[in-house]
Structure formats: structure tokens, C-alpha cells
């Protein structure tokens, strides 16, 4: 797994494309979000929204039930986990940054039903049996490696008939080296602390490998990837413009903190990623673990 400090930094003014997103609605959550038309409306208030909504879309797949035991792996802050303990689960969530886990604890650990430690998912220590395990937009961090052994690990501590719901991005190319050709400085993998995108048709396989069936493979990649890039070019205009960025300031007036010099690193993040995501899926994969060997 990557190094701790570094993904830190990822989600902190450290990361200018960070320190510009917190400003228009990251904090609680730090995912993509999850954008339709008929509700592109919310942006005006920010991205706030549509990351709830690609938590709840995530949360609805776990179907965890009143009572149910779930592993919220990679929590964040730890809205995710509390959501899960609103809904009547006893839910753990862990992170391996102890800094998110002591925010958490703050925020949430006050919460019937919602606890936090501090694990690596790839290498988890004794925390028992669990009904469920949800992993949303986290792994792309882990490296090929990671994945794998997070895959393995969450069918061990998976009951028989339990069910994992890992949310990732993935890659279109069977190679992930290619990534060299559509981050050529390495600007998207830097921001965010990553390595390569897994290949979509390789998750498949390392899930059976950890004895996982395929229940279903879900494709969002139009409402939280496509849609939102769309987008970036009308933004982008604004960013780079003096009276763009007044209009920009104007309704989050957070972003006077942003320099010139910041403003026009933002510009290049964002061209940047717009590559990048072309050569993506946005993937939600349920994979249940059978309840008797051989199924």
C-alpha cells in the first residue's frame, strides 16, 4: 500500500485541486459524486450533493440490514460509517491515516451503532465476523498488490453468505501500464497518490481468485465520470479567466485563498484529469461470498 503521509497530503490544501474542491463541497466526503441531469440543479450549491448521492447508490448495494455487522473500509471522516449506523447496522470504520479516524471519532463516534479504528484494509487485524464490507472509491490507492490482498482479506472476515461492494475506478486497457501515455507527468497519480487503475476484466478475475461470485457489475462511469468532465470545459473558461474567477469567488468566496499561481496550477490538474478519465470506467462490483463451499 502506498505511504501514509503521502495520501494525506493527497486530501489536503498540500493538493491545489483539493484546496480548490473544499471550497465547493468536499469535506464531508472526498468521492467524485454522482451527477444526473435532472438533478444538476445542486451544483449551484456545491458538490456536497452528488457525493451523497453516490454514497447512498454505493450503501443501497451493500443491503445490509438493521442489525447487520459491516466493515466500512477506508472511512474517511467517517460520514459513510455513521450513515450505515443511522440505517441500524453496527458499523466499523477504518482507515489506515489515524488522523481520519481521530476526526471521525469526533464527528460520529458518539453514534449508537458506529465505531472507528485505525487498520489496514490490505492486512487486517483480528476485528471478528462481518455481514457486510463496503469499499467505496479507496482502492485505486492500494496498487495491484493491495487490491489483491484487500480482496482476500475481506472474504476472510466475511460470514458465509456475506457480501462485499468495492467502488472503484477502473481501467479500459488491459494494460495498466498505459496510464504512461495518458498521464505522461504523472500530475493525476501525484495529486491523488496512486499508482496504475485496475483493469476492469483483472478485478473480476482477483475476486473469483478470492473466492468471490460475481453478482453483479455495475457500470457508472456516464453519471460520475463523463458527465461531470463535460462539465470541466465551461469551468475551466472560468478558471482561467479574470472575470471567471471573480464570478467563481463570488459564490464561494473560499476560493480568494487561491493565488494566481494556484489558480492556473488548478486549470492544468483539471486538463489533466480530463485525459485521465477518458481512459477510465467509474465500476461498482457485488461479490458475495458463497455460503457453503463450492457455492
Known amino acids: 500500500m502506498v505511504e501514509r503521509r503521502r495520501i494525506a497530503d493527497s ?3 498540500t ?6 474542491l473544499r471550497h465547493v463541497g468536499w469535506g464531508d466526503l472526498v468521492n467524485v ?6 438533478t444538476l440543479h445542486h451544483g449551484l450549491g456545491g458538490l456536497g450533493w452528488f457525493q451523497r ?3 447512498r447508490r454505493s450503501l443501497d448495494l451493500v443491503g445490509a440490514e438493521p442489525g447487520d455487522r459491516v466493515l466500512d473500509a477506508c472511512c474517511g471522516r467517517g460520514l459513510s460509517t455513521a450513515v450505515l449506523a443511522q440505517r441500524g447496522c453496527d458499523a466499523l470504520g477504518v482507515d489506515v491515516q489515524p488522523e481520519q479516524v481521530e476526526e471521525s471519532r469526533r ?8 465505531s472507528f479504528a485505525v487498520a489496514d484494509v490490505t492486512e487486517l487485524p483480528d476485528l471478528g465476523v462481518f455481514d457486510r464490507v463496503h469499499c467505496l472509491e479507496a482502492a485505486f490507492h492500494f496498487g495491484p498488490d493491495g487490491r489483491r490482498a484487500f480482496l482476500g482479506e475481506a472474504f476472510r472476515v466475511l460470514r458465509p453468505g456475506g457480501r462485499l461492494v468495492l467502488v472503484d475506478f477502473t481501467w479500459r486497457s488491459a494494460d495498466p501500464s498505459t496510464i504512461e501515455t495518458v498521464d505522461r ?5 501525484s495529486a491523488w497518490c496512486f499508482e496504475e487503475i485496475e483493469p476492469l476484466d483483472r478485478y473480476v478475475v482477483r475476486a473469483r481468485e478470492a473466492g468471490f461470485a460475481v453478482t453483479a457489475v455495475h457500470d457508472w462511469t456516464r453519471p460520475v465520470l463523463e458527465r461531470p468532465m463535460s462539465l470541466a470545459g465551461p469551468v475551466l473558461a472560468l ?6 474567477r471573480r464570478v467563481l469567488r463570488s459564490r464561494w468566496p473560499g476560493l480568494r485563498e487561491l493565488s494566481r499561481e494556484d489558480w492556473s496550477a488548478a486549470a492544468r490538474s483539471v486538463v489533466a484529469h480530463r485525459a485521465w478519465a477518458r481512459a477510465c470506467r467509474y465500476t461498482a462490483f457485488v461479490l458475495d461470498k458463497p455460503r457453503a463451499a463450492g457455492g
Open 53 to 55: 448521492e453516490l454514497l
Open 239 to 244: 478558471m482561467r479567466s479574470p472575470l471567471g
Open 33 to 38: 459524486g454522482y451527477y444526473t441531469v435532472p
Open 107 to 114: 464527528r460520529f463516534g458518539g453514534r449508537p451503532g458506529a
Open 15 to 20: 493538493n491545489v485541486l483539493f484546496h480548490l
Open 185 to 189: 507527468d504523472g500530475a493525476v497519480r
Open 11 to 13: 486530501y489536503s490544501d
